[in-house]
């Protein structure tokens, strides 16, 4: 069979294999060029697999990795990575057990590398070319977000500090959609920095800088600002969407925050039931104290709270409870593929019930799989957002997404199993 004739294959040029094993790393090698690929890097460490990035150009479409290495090994190499602004698509292999792989697999997706499979070693062709096949679903994710983001450009505090008074943070809307329906519900609002020729910084890069450095209130306002009066705009076409707003936990021991989010409101005239609150669990859990009051302050105004990212803390049924919460939003990486494998499903079933005792609304993120998507229709999910419904984008694309989401309606709808004849 000529291989190399094959669409799939041409779609992968180059790529680095990481492994400490000269005998996998050939055997590795020697499939990826019967797959056709041309340019083949190798390293046995991590360390060697960051030096070669560091010296590399045009860097390899994507990289294979060995979990177990000694000295540097692959989960502390994708961690690296991350931080080091190098998003490049990762196939995890290994020999040990599947659970650990995917746990591998998670961690990497939760940090935003793309994760096209992890495999059981010794690799064999046709895993790796269902891999290779998923970097065209990669790329073309990629292409169309309607903008490039760039993770080379250098930030600091004060050109962070800058941007926000310029008004280089604008806000991009996400929608959040009824499960049963597919009808549109609300909108989550994520922070963008549009830096000069089209570059978007993305929040990962600057929210954390901005909670170190002292600049999260006015950048929170910022977002918030806009956002509200984005709400109210749509209220005033008739489309009244609720608003999720990301508060981060830095701002909670701020007596003055209550107000402060209540003159805004006011000042659009909307109603703090428009608005949600949204909260990492891990910063809930842990430290509460004077959180709590300002927590349970805008509860009482009437704000919707939601858990964020749950699943990734460790809090028991009694903290949250504690916390007057009216939603909870089960992280990505517990949805995420949960229509393949047992594991999530477990998790994910066991936080939608958690929920539903507590009364709380309960949203799933990063839904990307119509797989996934039935899924948690089955499991009485109430509402889904992710890259299945649509990206984050600007307002001003909204009116057509809606549009077109309309005539996707009838194949998102929930529809019971059909008693049997
Ligand atoms: P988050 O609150 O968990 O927001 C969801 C993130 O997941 C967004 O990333 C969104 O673009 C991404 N996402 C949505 N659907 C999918 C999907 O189907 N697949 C995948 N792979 N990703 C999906 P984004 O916009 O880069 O934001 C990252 C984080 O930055 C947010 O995570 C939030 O914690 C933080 N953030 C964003 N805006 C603000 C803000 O205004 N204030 C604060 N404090 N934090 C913010
Ligand atoms: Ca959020
Ligand atoms: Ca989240």
């Given at each position: 069979m000529d291989m190399t004739a094959s669409p799939v294959i041409s779609r992968v040029a180059s790529l680095l294999v990481v492994d400490d094993s000269a005998v996998q790393r050939e055997h590795t090698v020697s499939l990826c060029r019967a797959l056709g690929v041309q340019l083949i890097y190798e390293a046995r460490s991590g360390q060697e697999a960051l030096d070669l990035f560091a010296m590399l150009v045009l860097r390899p479409d994507l990289l294979i990795v060995d979990?177990?290495?000694?000295?540097?090994d692959g989960i502390e190499l994708i961690q690296k990575l991350h931080q080091r602004g190098i998003m490049v698509p990762l196939i995890v292999a290994s020999g040990r057990e599947t659970a650990l792989i995917q746990s591998v697999e998670a961690l990497a997706s939760s940090l935003g590398l793309p994760v096209l499979g992890g495999l059981q070693k010794p690799l064999c062709m046709p895993d790796v070319l269902r891999a290779f096949d998923r970097l065209g679903h990669v790329a073309e994710a990629a292409r169309s977000g309607s903008v490039h983001f760039d993770p080379e450009t250098v930030i600091d505090a004060e050109r962070l500090s800058r941007a926000i008074a310029d008004g280089e943070i604008t806000v991009h809307y996400q929608p959040k959609v009824?499960?049963?329906?597919?009808?549109?519900r609300g909108v989550e609002a994520l922070a963008r920095w549009h830096q000069a020729e089209g570059i978007v910084v993305r929040p990962d890069r600057f929210v954390a800088l901005a909670e170190r450095e002292g600049l999260i209130h006015e950048l929170t306002l910022a977002v918030m600002a806009q956002a509200l009066a984005q709400a109210a705009e749509w209220n005033a076409r008739g489309l009244r969407l609720s608003m999720a707003i990301n508060l981060s936990?830095?701002?909670?021991?701020?007596?003055?925050l209550v107000e402060e989010i209540l003159a805004l409101v006011t000042r659009h005239d909307?109603?703090?039931?428009q608005i949600v609150l949204e909260i990492t669990e891990t910063s809930v859990v842990g430290y509460l104290g004077a959180a709590l009051g300002v927590l349970a302050r805008l509860r009482l105004k009437g704000f919707g709270l939601s858990i964020d990212d749950y699943g990734t803390g460790f809090s028991s049924m009694q903290q949250l409870a504690r916390i007057p919460f009216t939603e909870l939003k089960v992280d990505r990486s517990f949805v995420h593929g949960a229509h393949q494998r047992s594991n999530l499903r477990v998790i994910l079933r066991s936080a939608l019930d958690m929920a539903r005792q507590l009364n709380l609304v309960t949203v799933a993120e990063g839904i990307e799989l119509i797989g996934d998507w039935r899924l948690l229709q089955e499991f009485g999910c109430s509402i889904g957002q992710g890259y299945l419904i649509a990206r984050p984008m600007p307002a001003s694309q909204f009116p057509v997404w809606l549009k077109r989401h309309q005539s996707v309606l009838h194949d998102l709808r929930f529809v019971a199993d059909e008693p049997g004849p």
């Open positions: 979990l177990e290495m000694p000295g540097m009824d499960m049963r329906t597919g009808i549109v936990p830095h701002l909670l021991d701020r007596p003055s909307l109603s703090p039931e």
